[in-house]
């Protein structure tokens, strides 16, 4: 089967690192999409395995339309029938981009029509919509004057993992948090922090990769359960086969902290339903108080953006980030994701890396500062304070 995992901005590598793992073939990179061929074990294995997939599509039908008409007759011409019974829900969503409509959901009307109108001439009934937990879903890609039809094997896209019970004012995506974990190129091996880890999202990824366990392990369902050749037996097989108990050798620390107490209490609720014992600790904490573990490693955090902190409040935040992170954080690489470019100046660091990510609609950069230990870390940032001394006369 050719199948599509659709992906964020800026994850499309990651995510073909993690294809290559699971076994598929023949993969190509695309725009927020990667394509890759596999059998019905990697369909239901990207599904439970994948952390930066979005959602894994089986493309049913692609064709070329001329205009609205056109492409009503082209959904008409596909048997629904063979994909869904008539007593099932179904809903449809996708990405439109073609000047042939004014309105981008135009095109899922008309799928949502075709389908109906198939059913009723076939049944005499026609199947019921069901925007929030439709069984069935399909997906189109209008491309100009180019459509694809798939089912959407996924259901509720694969950011809901299943464990998150409660989550601060900003949660961070799944996807984002374990494809910003992957891009740190984080060895597993070496100590992970996050200083203003809110509900926990980041460390809890981290715990997940490095103990080796599936994104999805908490997961109820998805939306191949209800397919007409679901295998039951090969779901349970891939299910039972994925480590569901944490590693006994992990000697690093996984660490989680933030300021506000209630979301620290949310953290520890979230990590309930998943098999990870006690490689987190969470702690309430404010940053300039943490200590980093002995030894190597990272740091990786997702500060206030600013939405509801004054210019000069979040100015002082990420100073102090910046404060932290010479003083605190020698021998680590600290990675930053923010969409407040203004803010990032007030970090004071020369950020060794930058890549640009989305994090929700938010175009963000996530930013490396490598913390050498001793003198060069003297010989670095004291460089920069000399450049903000006030200038003196020569002649003095
Ligand atoms: C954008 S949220 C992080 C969301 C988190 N990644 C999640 O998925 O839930 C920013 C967090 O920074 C915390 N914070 C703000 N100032 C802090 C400080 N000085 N020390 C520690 N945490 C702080 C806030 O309490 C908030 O939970």
Do not use: W
């Given at each position: 089967m050719k199948l599509v995992a659709k992906t964020l901005y800026g994850m499309e590598d990651v995510l073909i690192k993690e294809l290559t793992e699971l076994g598929a073939k023949n993969i190509e990179k695309g725009n927020r999409v990667v394509t890759y061929v596999g059998d019905k074990r990697l369909l239901y294995a990207s599904n439970l395995w994948l952390r930066t997939a979005i959602s894994v599509l089986l493309p049913i039908q692609n064709f070329r339309f001329r205009?609205?008409?056109?492409?009503?007759?082209?959904?008409?011409?596909?048997?629904?029938?063979?994909?869904?019974?008539?007593?099932?829900?179904?809903?449809?969503?996708?990405?439109?981009?073609?000047?042939?409509?004014?309105?981008?959901?135009?095109?899922?009307?008309?799928?949502?029509?075709?389908?109906?109108?198939?059913?009723?001439?076939?049944?005499?009934?026609?199947?019921?919509?069901?925007?929030?937990?439709?069984?069935?879903?399909?997906?189109?890609?209008?491309?100009?004057?180019?459509?694809t039809v798939s089912l959407n094997s996924s259901g509720a896209p694969l950011f809901q993992r299943g464990y998150r019970q409660g989550t601060g004012e900003a949660p961070i995506n799944e996807v984002v948090a374990a494809g910003l974990i992957y891009l740190s190129g984080w060895d597993q091996k070496s100590n992970f922090i996050d200083v203003t880890c809110g509900s926990g999202t980041i460390p809890i990824e981290a715990a997940l990769m490095a103990n080796g366990i599936p994104p999805n392990i908490a997961r109820k369902s998805y939306s191949f359960q209800y397919w007409y050749d679901y295998d039951q037996q090969l779901w349970e097989d891939i299910y039972s086969k994925a480590p569901n108990v944490p590693k006994r050798d992990l000697d690093f620390k996984i660490i989680g902290s933030d300021t506000d107490g209630d979301v620290i209490l949310k953290a520890r609720e979230n990590i309930k339903a998943l098999p990870l014992g006690k490689t987190i600790s969470f702690e309430v904490k404010e940053f300039n108080d943490q200590v980093c573990p002995e030894g190597k490693g990272i740091l990786i955090c997702n500060p206030p953006y600013g939405e509801r902190l004054q210019d000069e409040a979040l100015f002082d935040l990420y100073r102090d980030l910046g404060n932290f992170f010479k003083r605190k954080m020698k021998g680590y690489d600290c990675w930053v994701i923010s969409s407040n470019f203004d803010a990032f100046k007030n970090i004071e660091l020369k950020p060794a890396k930058k890549i640009q990510v989305y994090n929700g609609s938010l175009s963000c950069d996530f930013r490396k500062y490598e913390i050498f230990e001793g003198s060069l870390v003297e010989h670095k940032y004291g460089e920069q304070n000399q450049r903000r001394e006030p200038k003196r006369n020569k002649r003095s």
């Open positions: 205009d609205e008409k056109d492409l009503y007759a082209q959904f008409a011409k596909i048997n629904f029938s063979e994909y869904m019974k008539v007593n099932q829900t179904f809903a449809v969503k996708g990405a439109v981009n073609s000047k042939l409509f004014n309105h981008t959901g135009y095109p899922r009307l008309v799928l949502k029509d075709a389908i109906a109108d198939h059913f009723r001439d076939k049944f005499d009934k026609r199947p019921s919509v069901d925007l929030e937990k439709p069984q069935i879903l399909f997906d189109i890609h209008i491309e100009e004057n180019q459509c």
